[in-house]
């Protein structure tokens, strides 16, 4: 039984190939979105208890492999288990797509943490967060600005900090969109996580043709372990085990 950490489009593309071949497996979602999209395999919702509940379930659901197709920023959870699966002996594979590269046009700036965004973007601006509601308290000292979070479900607590408000929103969302919305909200800078891929691109092709420079937070560190970039390349590795 193959265990996939989901939460990436690639987690997505991997289920699917996993059912059509017809390999024992199930994903697990870590909860942060309330009504999660349904993936073509068996899915349970929410954490393990930790490094020994996670362990635990690996024995107890006779998993054999693990994909990790987690969120390139998902680093806890990718360090964690990485370092279990090489202790326990499981095979282990990483899906980490591409990141981003800046193209003719775009005016980015990399940062390498949250708060380093306060030393650029000056006080008054209207800022876009592009981040997710999890690193929301990291962004407290732009106290001063406007800054507008997109996230997926409604909050159910208040903005961390004065002059933040929250903007509800579930993908896709097409450049033309986010054009419009970048446009009626008079953004003055957009702050993103290089998470790569397509689909959430379109905020930085919004970017470039409006003029909005963008704050890229650099990826972290990640542990040493097997990876790949692609879903063919790890239903590939699933298919070879």
Known sequence: MILLLAGSGEAKEIARGLAQRRIPAIASLAGATRQPKRLDIDMRVGGFGGEAGFRAYLSQAK????????HPYATHITTRTARVCARVGL?????LRPAWVPQTGDSW?????EQDAAKLIPMGATVFLGTGRQSLEKFINLEGRRVICRQIDPPTAPFPFEGGEFLI??????????????????????????????????????????GIPVLMIARPPMPDAPRVQTADQAIAWARAL
């Open 169 to 210: 929103g579930r993908p896709p969302f097409p450049v033309d969109r986010e054009k419009a919305i970048f446009s009626q909200l008079g953004i003055d800078w957009i702050i993103v996580k290089n998470a790569g891929g397509d689909a959430s691109a379109t905020k930085l092709t919004a970017a470039r043709a409006l």
């Open 109 to 113: 700036t990399q940062i390498a943490r």
């Open 63 to 70: 998993i054999t492999a693990v994909i990790d197709a987690t």
């Open 91 to 95: 095979p282990y594979l990483h899906v």
